[in-house]
């Protein structure tokens, strides 16, 4: 739940940290992201890539530093002898207290102090204040540094990017499912399968029905469990990420192979500005760890290179896009919203060729998203559902039962579900999701926290050096992530409408 804040619990190795990261990172946009190479074109694609990875690298170091910030001021806040021994130190470091703020003692130089302390560090307490050994979720962090306006916008934009998630989510698997259920053959082979076909001979149901249908399957097997409280396991996580580099080290193979052999059908654009919108917000959302980094960095035992390694992380990361997407646009000439569909035999036409003729590897990469995807969404629904009851608490009028433990539950799950029925475009739905509220989980809020965390920690903490300081320092950092962010979503939004029009 946003706003929680707990101890960081059991550690693990750094490696192990940044394997987490990666696994969450990617996942869900990845299967959307070769058809908006496809349709960017793939030199766009790749310079927008290479951009939005860094952006996204950039505002992640932000994050880091403002979860360092926050672990100081919580330390302060509480920790009297922590506080005392700061006080000492810094009195003997020519810095006097000056005036106090919310019990965090302000300090101001004094150029007749001796600029050396005669104290006994052999505590070190003082040194280690903006280690993050806390964890503090972001909406704890937007509490601490932002006024009612800044906190409303945060659980705003994380309300919204979770219910375009579980959209996203409710179209990909019932698809995923229509296609492996639907088995008429087309009397026409030029032609892909479309929502008015039927969908099994004899019967007058739909794909699109079919389709339907299906969302209700997944609604009454998956939504009751944002009733409760449910978390992940190590073993889904092991289970899920096996199945998840199973299957997109296969996809890349068949590709390859394809493309080795010189069979490759697929011939992109080099330019389409028509497909940047799109393209865009699917970066923003390949990239997001945003909202979950305090879970995942602070049990890293040794973040003493948190930043380089986080580099590292994201070029490979990059990588890895990259290596998919190009596969992808020149193995096939047409290429689907989930990827994985393109392996399928009822998602290719005859132009395409199917890729294998091995029906395990077919069901194996069909089935990949309905379970990935399926495990996730009952914890993204009682994650939004538990953020919706934050945004709306009143202390003074606790929630009635009904309102508690019915309402907010279905709050949770309806919205996206009749999103999914209005439309099954996966790639319209990440585009959207990652260029609004993503934007603003993954440019917006980071630039907002370590802006008003570098404030308040000039202000008040500026005698301790910041070992967790992002090395963007520089305030035109921020500013750039607030511009570009601006300029994206006007760009993006304009051509929308004249898309529509």
């Excluded at 068949?254 to 052999?261: E, F, M, V």
């Amino acid at each position: 739940m946003a706003g929680d804040i707990t101890s960081s619990g059991a550690q693990y190795p750094t490696v192990l940290g940044l394997i987490y990261v990666f696994n969450l990172i990617v996942g869900t946009g990845a299967l959307a992201m070769p058809k908006s190479f496809h349709s960017a074109g793939w030199l766009l694609s790749i310079i927008f890539l290479v951009i939005l990875a860094f952006i996204s690298y950039l505002t992640v170091t932000f994050v880091t530093e403002a979860m360092a910030v926050a672990n100081f001021k919580l330390k302060m806040g509480r920790n009297n002898k922590i506080r005392t021994t700061f006080a000492r130190r810094h009195t003997f470091l020519g810095w006097k207290p000056i005036r106090h703020k919310k019990d965090t003692i302000v300090y101001e130089n004094n150029e007749e102090q001796p600029l050396l302390d005669q104290e006994d560090d052999s505590d070190g307490n003082a040194n280690k204040l903006y280690d993050i050994t806390e964890r503090v979720e972001m909406g704890h962090m937007a509490s601490l540094f932002f006024n009612k306006v800044g906190v409303l916008f945060f659980y705003i934009c994380i309300i919204v990017y979770l219910y375009g998630d579980l959209a996203i989510y409710g179209a990909a698997v019932p698809k995923s499912l229509r296609n492996l259920a639907c088995t008429t053959n087309l009397t026409d082979t030029n032609r892909t399968a479309n929502d008015d076909d039927i969908c099994w001979p004899g019967s007058d149901i739909s794909r699109k029905n079919a389709y339907r249908i299906f969302i209700v399957v997944f609604a009454l097997v998956l939504g009751p469990f944002t009733f409760f409280n449910v978390q992940k396991t190590g073993y889904l996580q092991i289970f899920t990420s096996v199945f998840r580099w199973t299957a997109f080290t296969i996809m890349v193979v068949l590709t390859a192979i394809r493309l080795s052999h010189g069979e490759g059908k697929g011939h992109p654009p080099v330019f389409n500005f028509s497909g940047i919108p799109n393209l865009f917000g699917v970066c923003v959302y390949s990239f997001m760890c945003h909202h979950s980094l305090p879970s995942l960095v602070t049990p890293i035992k040794n973040k003493n290179q948190i930043f380089n390694l986080l580099a590292a992380d994201y070029f490979l990361i990059l990588l890895f896009y990259a290596l998919l997407s190009f596969t992808a646009i020149f193995a096939f000439d047409e290429i689907n919203d989930v990827y994985t569909l393109n392996f399928f035999p009822n998602s290719n036409s005859d132009s395409q060729q199917l890729i294998t003729d091995s029906k395990f590897l077919q069901y194996f990469l069909l089935l990949f998203p309905v379970f990935t995807l399926s495990t996730n969404f009952p914890i993204i629904a009682v994650t939004l559902r538990n953020n919706l009851k934050t945004l709306f608490y009143n202390p003074e009028k606790p929630y009635h039962w009904f309102i508690d433990r019915i309402f907010f539950p279905l709050l949770a799950i309806i919205p996206p579900l009749i999103i999914a029925i209005i439309t099954d475009e996966v790639e319209f739905l990440v585009g959207i999701t990652g260029s609004y509220a993503g934007s603003g989980i993954q440019y917006i809020v980071p630039a907002l926290l370590v802006y008003f965390a570098r404030k308040e920690e000039f202000l008040t903490f500026n005698p301790l050096p910041n070992n967790k300081k992002s090395m963007f320092k520089s305030k035109y950092w921020v500013w750039f992530v607030m511009v570009w962010s601006a300029f994206c979503l006007i760009f993006v939004t304009a051509n929308h409408v004249i898309l529509k029009s």
